[in-house]
């Protein structure tokens, strides 16, 4: 099971930091991501993590104002958001999967959404 939370209505330029915990292990193979969806729009990518080395993917959107993490001791990944954009509005959700990073149907496993709205 994955837990994500953390959203909430932030003004434009604000911060805001979303959890996904995660049950049960994590194998050092595994990808862990964020995606967002808006009303009508198709699920688009985020950000990924790899378990086990840590490497960090990035779509050109967000890059430079989030940041993606992860405590292994914990199990949870993390969204760190800044400079927020009112485009940013969405509902977030963390999955756990495998390559290619940037691939809803590469995750198999997903959490049920936090929403981030951003006011201007």
């Known amino acids: 099971q994955l837990q994500a939370s953390g959203g909430g209505l932030v003004q434009a330029g604000g911060s805001l930091t979303l959890s996904c915990a995660a049950s049960?292990?994590?194998?050092?193979?595994?990808?862990m991501g964020w995606f967002r969806q808006d009303s009508g729009k198709e699920r688009e990518f985020v950000a990924a993590?790899?378990?086990?080395?840590?490497?960090?993917y990035y779509a050109d959107f967000v890059k430079g104002r989030f940041t993606i993490s992860r405590s292994t001791a914990e199990n949870t990944v993390y969204l760190q958001m800044n400079s927020l954009k009112p485009e940013d509005t969405a509902t977030y959700y963390c999955?756990?999967?495998?390559?290619?990073?940037?691939?809803?149907?590469?995750?198999?496993?997903w959490g049920q959404g936090t929403q981030v709205t951003v006011s201007s």
């Open positions: 999955a756990q999967g495998t390559s290619p990073e940037n691939k809803p149907g590469a995750y198999s496993r």
């Open positions: 049960g292990r994590i194998y050092s193979s595994a990808v």
């Open positions: 993590i790899r378990w086990g080395r840590g490497s960090t």
